[in-house]
């Protein structure tokens, strides 16, 4: 059935892209041809075609018949043809449809999701609905809101629910799981299942990786004759099969989810599920680890045709979820306020919303580390494999609710420090001697408190004044710095901001120079600033370039600015240095005039070529000439092959891709820019780079001096005014405005037993220890890796302090300090108890980004999948009880990392798509190197929200669902963030009403899929949608572009490529296969 | 037969030449013992307002190595239609347009009294002249002031076709872009680093002055090519004069203790590469404002730091200046490529202290560039000056010519070996020039093709006679002086002046020759060699030299004259004084040399009275002219009555008369000589009588004050010694010469 029906969709979709079609054909032809696919099909086809009447009326009658008819009657079509085929080989059809099979379920589901209007059926109903929701689903529109609630709530509960319930089965299971585990015969079959043996009899399947779950649905027909992969697809959306499907899952996943219970679910679902789970495992730590058996069966392929032998699909609703953890995490911690006095406490995660109490560690805003607790030795932390990092964001935004960090003033004499390690005053410091001397928590030497600081202690030994001075009593504060922090002991001049605007061809016929000429009219009155009420101390010059650069005298004296041509870019200069850098109210109406002839000027250009090593010499000479710190904006459009110091050549060679030789693609073409950065950032030169490519531009290359420098690279690749010019505005608005410091340097300093070894970031290091930043802003992150290099003691626990002395954008210089406690564990199942995924990942993603630049991607790729199966298996080994090899037991705080990792080894960096192009991946990897957890969460696992589940009324967002296309309803919207993207998906059966709410139009085909924003019409469905847009958006360091993603229009498989549960038409393998690797890899390290 | 002295005003007016000898001696030994040797003084482009310029083009000596142009002296056939050419002897047909010549309808060439002659050449685009001011933004608010305002003015002076342009400089060089609206526009260019023509033609993205665009030219003279940098006055007046007001002091902080950095060299540098590739062989002047010397880059004259002064001639003979070779050559090389492109350099500089003119005196000297120095661009002798160099004549045509060259032809009998003046040598080879310069050996010019001969007054040439047989008695030497240059108008000229004179057997006609000489042309012309060889020797070389070869009374002035002694004199100084001695004329140059003193006094009309320390008397007022320098001087008596007032009193109206008349006087002066001279009103005992104190001769001294009794002139403190005790030495000297 649910096959027939797929297939049906899946014409619509495979014709618009032969690649996609092509790609699941070849994959899945191979595999099922081998298969023998042909008996499963059969039976299928019985019911296919009895259903196929079925969705065509209920959901799709209407168009079929009507508007869509082109693609409708070719689904049509093909549907008969598959069909046909179906019947006797598989070859043809069958690919097309398993590709698009699981879209379609779980299409159809959330399309009778609309319902949610339907709200009691959800959570109680959700068991039943399971099974019998389908049913009622069957009925055209009714039947869909029933359906839905499952699907939302449901949607990880459910599946649990349904394993539950079905506990019973599980049993039937346990049988196959022994059977896995029977070591000669099954293990070889057990493994076959998940990845590779089961080539034999499904080879080509196997390898392809991502094919796994047709080839399990292929598998399954003979069972219960509800294909195993459409389960919950198929559960939900054909009726019928429903029935079918809920018992095969029963009987494949029977001992699922005690993890995903344990960690309670939404609570009004979770009650129930958890229970069951609890009863079924208690005998392990309570919630601590997750068990989840991978329904391999080996034996089982006994009773299943030989093709069969593959394994028993693994019920996708029964692995971990990241949305049921997210939720959890926010029900649990999301309401009282998080204290950071408690050492070695996991903070909530990124996704939920909390407030912080500094109480004496670094708010998580600040700094989140991977593990809480660290291993005493090196050699447990060794065993362990987990990585000790920490993702500092120095100078992090807080939430209007929270303190940004006070300001101490130690005096002329500076900040007090130990004497030895140079440790900043700071809780740790322990006063002795009735308060005339303070030994150092990181280091233990005792060092003479200054007279002038002296301050008697308590009956604790606390000083009196503890609570009256932040950096005795807090996590985060900042020191004025004297003059001797200070570069060649000068008070900084305040900085200026450079403006560098690519004039060429390019930049003026795709407007880009006249909207930021535009633009930068009314920003200058927003240059970051401390004080709301005075001025801000920045500078500003301009300079636009193709070959040769012009700087402009923007003198307050002057009647008209003056442009000055230079043009020896061979060996670059600044031509002037009074007029350059003014100060805006002063030159306001100089700039103003300059800034509206720019456009004009230029308008004619014929000059295609452009310099880009010159321009950035350009800022650097400026600055130096005024002897200040600064930042500079450069625009720029192309590759730079004008004759100049820093010309590239075009190298772009996809054909490199795979091979060794594509770590060269991530490097540098030449080492100019290397050169130059070093250069800026010891001018204090930060380099914010926007890019309006046509072509490559070689972002490897362009990017060197940015990243590190500090500074950003924004890409806008086919730049066009219309429908660009809102993202690159407020990009520009956000970069310009925020919060910012300049000529940094961050020095993190740790308790004698660890070191801070390695730095993953925007930077530049010219020793192992101190991190440079020419500019450090709000959004920039630097993640530091710890190593042993001798014991820990239990008792007084981990310090790190992060120090970070930088020129405030007034002009003063400050020390930032970040203190931060952990406890120290002797026993690795603390260590497995206090960690922190989402971290880990950041960590492991910008590890292995960097990795690229001198490793094979497969090696990279693989080193990562071999370091988490360590993980797993180390804490299976050490911390979990003994249960069967079948089983895959996680942590309970990493259930997550194998759907996360996957994720990281499906990005494009890792593992491109051939329509990713180098440039994407250079930005990618540079970009993803400076992001915070929240960022990097977002970034890999992308938020998806059901937008017409939402609640007009109340200002909840609904709860978000898994990244996969199973889930999508037909019926429904769905809004999809990145962290750089934002999409609206909307469902070919969307409602009527949703559709006249949100775009103003109720027929789906006259939705423009060209919009970038939502109209403004006044009903609160359309506010609340659009609320919900900005909301995200401003969460977002970077301006999320709004896409409306048609159901079944080209533009569908951009969004697909995001719905990183399922598997990818590059070869990314699906969350479910994945698991299953990673459960054959760690049980490869078990035995 | 009229006298000499007649004949040679004659010919000066005529042709603007002096000889030093009238008539020539006839072989090369005798030219050798007559000690002063021929030569000329010539004045290429001496005004005559009665002189029709002629519509066609010379006719040419169809020799190749020949090409003079036909002149009265050649022997013409009519009947044959043919002629004889003067120098060659060679026989040339008349072309088809001199069909109707005959004994009564000579053209203009033929007749006599046309030995001086101008032709207009039709041929060829009508180029437009160029003016580049580079200046100097590395001044007092003040002067940068002045200078702009002069500047401005100064466009208004410019013919409306003319194109101008401007390159400012500092630290940087800025070549401004003309006619743009809006936002003016400037290329910067680094004073450290120098750039070769072609470079800068890319940076500046120029293209040389196309086959096409040179095709186009004669279909459509009146549009006259013009580029970003260049462009028509009356296209760009009001936007160059709001360009010139908006000029800024140089935007770079300069700290205490140190010079401004002023990228002088490169600027130059820039300025001639920019005509260069423009405007090749086109008339240009490149007007380089100054406010003090170099301080970086090719061609730096001293460091920015204040302590180190810049160099003086102490340094130099003690080779101390570290930079002076250096920037010499710099300098020399662009002097080079603007002579050879017909480009002038003209440099104003003004500054209390040194600016290198002595390192830059080659772009002057070798162009025919102005030199001028004063204080303050806030002057009048600047700003006088500088206008005077937009004079014009009754034509409404500058009085300056652009681009020139200068071909001399010779008679067989006789060669050039070298000229000494505002020229650089094109360095041909001819029949008409020596190949040994014997005799002068420092002028390796061997051919004198004379650059941008616009302002010169007089250049000088020396002739070497090169007899290899006794030449028949009664014969005449010739020579042709041929001037092409670019007219003010922009048309081209050719203006020829032949000149003949006997020659004589020196041992039978030793009174002829000895009757023929020019004292005042000789002199002028030995002072000229003493100093061209002063600028290549040293001092006192020179002077032993110059004692050597002869001796007469005003060489007494010549060896105490600025041009020869550097005493007391910086080397910018000697530079200047030196420049403007090679190009001025006759008169001047004497003026120069001995300076003219007038006394005024009731005792009579104004007198000329001797330039000696007995002049100075305290009931006279004097005037004394050094053509630098125009000074009058009160008497202690007068000065005394000047204080009191008296010339205020009606009743003695006399004495205001008698302050007013040197003043009058000097203003005549003031207003005719170019540069302007400085003027200075002194009395008895002012600092500034010392101009006059170090002038004249120092007959009375504080060692013999009360030697000459009665007459009770000024003792002048100085150990020189004075002409008396000079004269007396030097009549020792001639009667024993023979030792």
């Not at chain 2, 008497?635 to 006399?654: C, S």
Request: charge should be neutral.
């Amino acid at each position: 059935m649910n096959v027939n029906q797929q297939p049906h969709m899946a014409s619509p979709y495979g014709q618009p892209q032969p690649g996609y079609q092509g790609y699941p054909q070849s994959g899945y032809g191979g595999q099922h041809v081998p298969g023998g696919y042909p008996a499963p099909y059969a039976p299928y086809n019985g019911p296919a075609s009895a259903y196929q009447p079925g969705p065509p009326q209920g959901m799709r009658g209407p168009p079929t018949s009507g508007a869509p008819p082109v693609s409708a009657a070719q689904a049509y079509s093909q549907f008969g043809q598959g069909d046909i085929q179906n019947g006797p080989p598989p070859l043809g059809a069958p690919p097309q449809r398993s590709v698009f099979s699981q879209p379609f379920p779980t299409a159809a589901p959330p399309f009778s999701a609309p319902g949610p209007t339907q709200p009691p059926g959800p959570p109680l109903a959700s068991q039943q609905t399971f099974p019998q929701a389908p049913p009622p689903s069957q009925p055209p529109f009714s039947s869909a809101p029933p359906q839905v609630p499952p699907a939302s709530y449901g949607g990880p509960p459910p599946p649990v629910q349904a394993s539950h319930p079905r506990a019973a089965p599980p049993t039937s299971q346990p049988a196959a799981f022994p059977g896995g585990p029977p070591p000669t015969s099954t293990p070889t079959q057990y493994t076959g299942p998940p990845m590779q043996q089961p080539p034999v009899s499904q080879p080509s399947s196997f390898h392809s990786g991502p094919p796994p779950p047709p080839t399990s649905a292929a598998g399954f027909p003979p069972q219960g004759g509800a294909p195993p992969r459409p389960p919950h697809p198929g559960i939900q959306g054909p009726p019928l099969a429903s029935q079918g499907p809920p018992m095969s899952q029963a009987n494949h996943v029977a001992p699922p989810q005690p993890g995903m219970l344990a960690g309670p679910p939404v609570p009004g679902m979770a009650g129930p599920p958890p229970q069951p789970g609890m009863q079924g495992y208690p005998p392990q730590q309570n919630g601590e680890y997750c068990r989840y058996s991978c329904c391999l069966s080996g034996s089982q392929a006994s009773d299943i045709p030989p093709v069969q032998k593959t394994r028993h699909r693994i019920d996708p609703d029964a692995i971990p979820s990241p949305i049921q953890v997210i939720e959890d995490d926010k029900a649990n911690k999301g309401s009282e306020p998080f204290v950071t006095g408690v050492r070695g406490q996991a903070p909530p995660l990124v996704t939920t919303n909390f407030h912080v109490k500094d109480q004496g560690n670094a708010s998580p805003r600040f700094i989140r580390c991977t593990a809480y607790n660290i291993p005493c030795t090196s050699d447990m932390a060794k065993q362990s494999q987990v990585p000790l990092a920490a993702v500092i964001k120095p100078l992090a935004t807080l939430p209007p609710d929270e303190n940004s960090p006070y300001i101490v003033d130690h005096g002329e004499s500076g900040p007090i420090r130990c004497n030895r390690c140079k440790a900043y005053m700071c809780p740790y410091m322990q006063f002795i001697e009735g308060g005339r001397r303070f030994q150092c928590g990181f280091c233990s030497c005792v060092t003479e408190v200054p007279p002038h600081y002296f301050q008697h202690l308590d009956h604790t030994g606390k000083r009196v004044d503890c609570y009256d001075r932040p950096e005795l009593s807090l996590g985060s504060y900042e020191f004025l710095a004297t003059v001797d922090y200070c570069k060649n002991n000068k008070i900084p001049q305040p900085p200026a901001f450079i403006f560098l605007i690519d004039v060429s061809y390019n930049a003026v016929k795709n407007g880009m120079v006249r909207i930021v000429c535009q633009e930068l009219k009314t920003l200058l009155d927003y240059l970051p600033r401390e004080n709301p009420d005075v001025q801000s101390n920045i500078r500003v010059g301009f300079a636009t370039y193709n070959k040769v650069l012009h700087f402009y005298n923007v003198k307050a004296s002057l009647a008209q600015p003056q442009m000055m041509v230079v043009s020896d870019v061979a060996d670059m200069f600044v031509p002037l240095l009074d007029g350059f850098l003014v100060n805006v109210s002063e030159s306001r109406v100089v700039i103003e005039s300059l800034l509206d002839q720019i456009p004009d000027m230029f308008a004619d250009t014929r000059e295609t070529e452009t310099v880009f090593g010159p321009v950035i010499q350009a800022g650097l000479e400026a600055l130096k000439a005024a002897d200040c710190a600064g930042k500079l904006f450069v625009f720029h459009t192309s590759l730079p092959i004008a004759e100049a110091p820093g010309k590239l050549k075009n190298r772009e060679d996809k054909k490199l891709v795979g091979t060794d030789k594509e770590k060269s693609l991530f490097q540098p073409q030449v080492s100019f820019y290397a050169n130059l950065a070093k250069e800026c950032v010891a001018q204090g030169c930060c380099v914010d780079l926007f890019l309006f490519p046509n072509q490559y531009v070689d972002v490897a290359t362009l990017g060197v001096v940015p990243t590190s420098t500090g500074g950003s690279v924004y890409k806008y690749t086919y730049f066009q005014a219309q429908s660009d010019q809102e993202r690159f505005l407020n990009d520009l608005r956000k970069d310009i405005q925020k919060k910012v410091g300049f000529d940094a340097v961050m020095r993190v300093r740790t308790s004698t037993g660890i070191r801070a070894t390695d730095f993953f970031g925007s930077f530049y290091m010219s020793n192992t220890t101190d991190v440079e930043l020419a500019g450090l802003d709000c959004d920039k992150t630097v993640t530091v890796e710890f190593r042993h290099d001798d014991k820990l003691s239990e008792e007084t626990g981990a310090l790190m302090q992060c120090a970070v002395l930088y020129t405030s954008c007034s002009g003063q210089r400050r020390l930032r300090i970040h203190n931060m406690a952990v406890n120290c564990c002797a026993q690795l199942a603390d260590l497995y108890r206090n960690c922190e995924t989402d971290t880990i990942i950041n960590f492991f993603a910008k590890y292995a980004y960097r990795c690229v630049l001198n490793n094979p991607t497969k090696n990279v790729r693989d080193s990562l999948v071999n370091q988490c199966a360590q993980i797993l298996a180390c804490y299976r080994k050490n911390c979990a009880s003994p249960s069967s090899a079948g089983q895959l037991i996680l942590p309970e705080c990493m259930k997550l990392l194998p759907v996360y990792l996957n994720c990281v080894l499906k990005s494009d960096v890792l593992h491109p798509g051939a329509d990713v192009s180098l440039d994407d991946r250079a930005y990618l990897r540079q970009l993803v190197s400076a992001m915070d957890v929240a960022e990097s969460h977002v970034f890999f696992y992308p938020r998806l929200l059901p937008v017409h589940k939402l609640d007009v009324e109340c200002d909840t967002l609904p709860v978000a669902i898994r990244d996969s296309e199973e889930r999508l309803s037909k019926g429904g919207i769905y809004l999809l963030e990145t962290g750089l993207n934002l999409f609206l998906w909307v469902g070919a059966n969307a409602q009527q009403e949703l559709l006249q709410n949100i775009f103003g139009t109720p027929a789906f085909g006259q939705i423009d899929s060209n919009m970038t924003s939502l109209p403004i019409l006044d009903n609160p469905y359309s506010k609340r949608v659009r609320e919900i847009v900005e909301s995200f958006r401003a969460q977002r360091s970077r301006y999320m572009k709004l896409m409306v993603v048609k159901q079944e229009d080209k533009l569908e498989l951009i969004f697909k490529h995001f719905l990183v549960e399922d598997k990818n038409n590059s070869g990314g393998a699906s969350y479910v296969d994945f698991l299953c690797h990673m459960h054959k890899e760690i049980r490869q390290l078990l035995s | 037969m009229t006298t000499f002295p007649e004949f040679i005003q004659q010919n000066e007016d005529r042709d603007g030449v002096r000889f030093s000898w009238n008539v020539w001696p006839s072989s090369r030994l005798e030219a050798t013992r007559m000690v002063v040797p021929v030569a000329s003084l010539f004045t290429p482009l001496k005004e005559r307002p009665d002189l029709p310029p002629i519509q066609y083009e010379p006719l040419l000596c169809s020799r190749a190595t020949c090409r003079a142009v036909l002149n009265p002296l050649c022997q013409v056939d009519y009947r044959a239609k043919l002629w004889a050419c003067n120098f060659c002897y060679q026989r040339n047909q008349f072309p088809p347009t001199y069909a109707g010549i005959s004994e009564v309808n000579q053209p203009a060439e033929l007749l006599p009294q046309f030995s001086t002659i101008e032709y207009v050449v039709q041929r060829g685009p009508q180029m437009p002249l160029n003016f580049l001011y580079v200046v100097d933004t590395c001044m007092e608010d003040e002067d940068l002031q002045a200078l702009k305002e002069s500047l401005q003015m100064s466009l208004s002076l410019l013919p409306p076709t003319a194109l101008v342009g401007l390159i400012t400089f500092g630290r940087m060089i800025q070549v401004h872009e003309l006619g743009c609206e809006g936002i003016s526009k400037s290329y910067v260019f680094r004073g450290t680093k120098d750039l070769s023509a072609k470079q800068l033609q890319e940076m500046l993205g120029l293209s040389k002055p196309t086959a096409a665009q040179a095709n186009r030219g004669p279909q459509q003279p009146q549009v006259p090519p013009s580029n970003r940098f260049l462009q028509p006055v009356q296209k760009i007046d009001m936007n160059l004069t709001d360009l010139l007001g908006e000029l800024q002091r140089d935007p770079w902080p300069v700290t205490q203790g140190k010079r401004p950095l002023r990228s002088l060299g490169v600027a130059l540098s820039i300025a001639v590469g920019l005509l260069e590739c423009t405007f090749p062989n086109t008339g240009a002047r490149i007007m380089t404002f100054i406010g003090g010397p170099a301080t970086q880059g090719p061609g730096m004259v001293v460091g920015d730091e204040l302590k180190t002064p810049i160099r003086s001639w102490h340094d130099i003979e003690k080779d101390n200046a570290k930079f002076m070779k250096k920037a010499t050559k710099h300098y020399e090389a662009l002097a080079n490529r603007a002579a050879a492109n017909g480009h002038i350099i003209d440099i104003y500089a003004c500054a209390l202290d040194q600016t290198g003119l002595a390192e830059m005196k080659c772009c002057t000297n070798y162009t025919g560039g102005y030199m001028v120095m004063a204080d303050s661009f806030n002057t009048s002798l600047f700003k006088q000056t500088f206008q005077r160099v937009f004079t014009k004549d009754v034509q409404g045509a500058f009085k300056m010519a652009f681009a020139g060259t200068l071909e001399i032809k010779t008679s067989r009998e006789i060669k050039i070996s070298g000229a000494i003046g505002p020229c650089i040598s094109l360095n041909a080879k001819g029949p008409c020039v020596s190949e040994n310069v014997r005799g002068h050996q420092e002028q390796q010019l061997c051919l004198i093709h004379l650059q941008a001969p616009l302002c010169i007054k007089l250049s000088t040439f020396y002739f070497f006679l090169q007899h290899n047989a006794p030449i028949p008695q009664g014969g005449r030497g010739a020579i042709q002086y041929v001037t092409q240059y670019q007219h003010s108008s922009g048309q081209r000229r050719i203006r020829v002046t032949t000149i003949a004179r006997n020659w004589a057997d020196a041992q039978t006609q030793i009174q002829n020759i000895a009757a023929s000489f020019d004292q005042e042309a000789s002199a002028i012309l030995m002072a000229r060699l003493a100093v061209y060889r002063a600028e290549s020797e040293e001092g006192p070389d020179v002077l032993r030299w110059l004692d050597r070869q002869l001796i007469r009374l005003f060489m007494f002035h010549l060896r105490r004259s600025p041009f020869l002694q550097v005493f007391n004199n910086s080397p910018d100084e000697s530079s200047y004084y030196r420049h403007h001695f090679m190009r001025q004329d006759l008169t001047q140059s004497l003026i120069m040399i001995q300076p003219i003193l007038y006394a005024y006094s009731f005792n009579g009309p104004p007198e000329p009275v001797l330039l000696d320390s007995s002049s100075i008397l305290p009931d006279r007022i004097l005037l004394m002219d050094t053509f630098f320098q125009i000074l009058i001087y009160h008497g202690e008596t007068v000065a005394q009555w000047r204080k009191a007032g008296y010339q205020d009193m009606p009743e003695y109206e006399n004495f205001r008369h008698l302050l007013q008349a040197p003043v009058d006087d000097a203003q005549e002066i003031l207003h005719s000589r170019f540069p302007m001279p400085r003027y200075i009103d002194t009395e008895h005992g002012g600092s500034q009588a010392r101009f006059l104190l170090s002038k004249v001769n120092p007959s009375q001294t504080h060692n013999n004050m009360y030697a000459w009794g009665q007459e009770s002139g000024a003792p002048i403190l100085t150990d020189d010694v004075s002409l008396q005790v000079f004269m007396d030495h030097l009549k020792k000297l001639a009667v024993s010469s023979a030792a």
